[in-house]
């Protein structure tokens, strides 16, 4: 029997199957963590018009609610985004007496009367977008059932620009169709972001009372078959 | 001819170019002499009193040397129909499965077939391998290793047919459990998915089976290319104008694969228990395997797949088919290959025959059991499918379906065509015995596609009644699904050792405690220059 290879070579079986093992478990591990929504769409946060509609300013700072501009949120699938008319309503020149004198923010807000004045939309990025072979994700069935706004965008009202809060994939779907108690609140405080906050943290992902009397007196039951999302 | 014997006439008679000479004549009566009809009399298993150098020279001639002038054509013929159905299916992943003639009625047709059709034929292999192995039914060892190289080569080609039935074959990924971030998992309530993993483990311990029975004799190889570089300083190059010895690939590549093999008693112990520990685990497979495949329709309430008679009737009926296309394989091959026939005697080919002829036997028992069946369960759906959209032909009834003469041609091919080896001249003949494994193998295919199609084609409702015609792409599929496993058998012919050496001398009158060498002792070479067996029997 002669020496055609080194005697290093014997432990190539073993180098091999290890190495093979580690390989595929990180392929499918490094696909699984950098090539999933919850690395790659988490965290979107696209450049805006006009610098960005601050929601940090008009929902936290100054109180108001969501549903002032995102009007049909409660009977729509939409929570549609607002026309230029609405930010006119507070925007349009001399209204805003105590800010209008301020030449900053009038400099800052002027791309909303240009668009007024020349009949145009404000072209705003879409952050939150399910794929084409979703249905329209529908926003007042939600609302009603006591899913909060910020169960699925983060706390919206602390953001000076928005960015996607969720992964939106369709594990975290199932997630909470699967144990909605632990992220319902009472319908009517859907929109009181900061508070739904600190109620959730508290409860650390379980229900309590109202959440359980909730899904009976609202007979829950959150689909999980493919047609309820999927055409 | 390589120039690494120096004897053209030898180098000529062991590359399978020409006979090494015969050793006296066989008794009248007794074909080429293994067709004994006293009891008390074993069937020689190796004709032509061959020594064990020259069983080695053979069996590694095939390998080192030139193959035949048909041998190249052959390669390039089919290697092309291999890639002309590359083509056909980029074609289809491109354009979508509609390429095929599938349609809303008719859903599954020569996909599935040829699935079926493959991953059946593979069962042979196993049963040799496996089964065989444990009965000692020592004329196993002239075929294991051409029928595992079959079931491999056959599996692969089975394989790629589920694999491009899906529309989105991108997302063939979700056919293994992986974690993702849609949350879905595979149902393990579809046999669907226990197909995958019954063809996955079938596929890796077939292979597994093949490559480690394979060890010694790559061994041999690798040690007598090594021994050609020792003896002499030059030698056949791989190419012109590039110095590497052909007989260093061979040392390296054989040397590889080889895994360190010595021929040490220690490696021939434990290779024996890890092959009695393969056959034992590649036992249930040739029964579980195609179980699972039949499950595939039997778990469905279509008329015509919702049979408790599948599973086995699949399984005698893929080793039916297998043993027709190991046949099929194996008769050429020992045409083609002179010495072939003193390894694969005519006794060989009536033992195969035989068993042809009882899967063929079974086969026909489970195609009446489902007419009884059909009739005795008073199911009304099931009695139309059997009767008018299978057997009565359209010019007996107006209820007959276009497919009458798919179910009369599997009926002639597989349970007619094998009864002629209840006379011994047929059985015997290897003309015979390629006639009908030809007719089996075309009845086999027809099986599935009557299994599949008759059934689909008409179900509950009248109105959603259709026909499958097959495209050019399916077509070319799966000749070209032919043409891959033609490809990778002639592959196998070339460079692979194509009989297992020790267990073909293991049946040897050699190796028996009760042989006495006498007057010819020249022909035992014990010892001699066969190096590559020492240390075993």
Known sequence: MSLLFPKWTNALPTVGAVAALLGASGVVGGFWYYATPKFYDAGYMPTQPGGGFSHQIHAGKLGMDCRYCHTKVEQSPEANIPNVATCIGCHADGRLTKLAVEPKHKERTDFIRQAYNANQSIEWRRIHKLPDYVRNFPHATHIRAGVSCYSCHGQIDAMPIVAQAQPLSMGWCLDCHRNPEASLVSPDKVTQLEWVKKHLDERAGQGDAETKALVEKLRLNPPENCGACHY | MSSIHPDQVTAQQLAGLSRLPDRGTPAPGTGDGSLIDDPSVRSPLVLNERTFKEVTDIVCGYAENKPGKWWLPALMISGSIAGIGGLAILYLVITGIGTWGLNNQVDWAWDITNFVFWIGIGHAGTLISAI????????????????????????????????????????????????????????????????????????????????????????????????????????????????????????????????????????WHRYEAAYLVLAGISTPLVLSVHSIVSFDFATSILPGWHTTIFPPYFVAGAIFGGFAMVLLLLIPARELFPNMKDFITLKHMENMAKIILVTGSMVGFAYSMEFFIAWYSGNEYEAHVFKFNRAIPTWMSDKGAPYWWAYWAMIFCNVVSPQVFWMRKFRTSPAAIFAVSFLVTIGMWFERFVIIVTSLHRAFLPGEWGMFFPTAVDITTFIASCGVFLTLFLIFLKFLPVFAIAELKAVMPQASPHHHADGHDAGHGHGGGDHSKGGHH
């Not at chain 2, 002239?142 to 080569?153: G, H, Q, W, Y």
């Not at chain 2, 007598?224 to 110095?243: C, E, N, V």
């Open chain 2, 132 to 267: 065989l192995c444990l009965l000692k039914q020592k004329w196993r060892t002239a075929v294991n290793r051409s029928a595992e190289a079959m079931t491999i080569f056959a599996v692969i080609c089975a394989a790629t047919f589920p694999g491009i039935h899906i529309g989105r074959q991108w997302m063939a990924w979700f056919l293994p459990p992986l974690p993702n971030a849609n949350n879905i998992w595979p149902n393990f309530k579809s046999p669907l998915l226990w197909d995958v993993f019954a063809i996955s483990t079938y596929g890796t311990v077939s292979a597994l089976f093949w490559f480690m029975g394979m060890i010694p004799d790559l061994a041999t190889l690798r040690d007598r290319a090594d021994m050609r570089l020792r003896a002499s300083k030059t030698g056949p190059i791989i190419a012109p104008f590039i110095p590497i010895r052909v007989d260093a690939v061979r040392a390296y590549v054989y040397g590889f694969l080889s895994l360190g093999w010595r021929f040490s008693s220690r490696h």
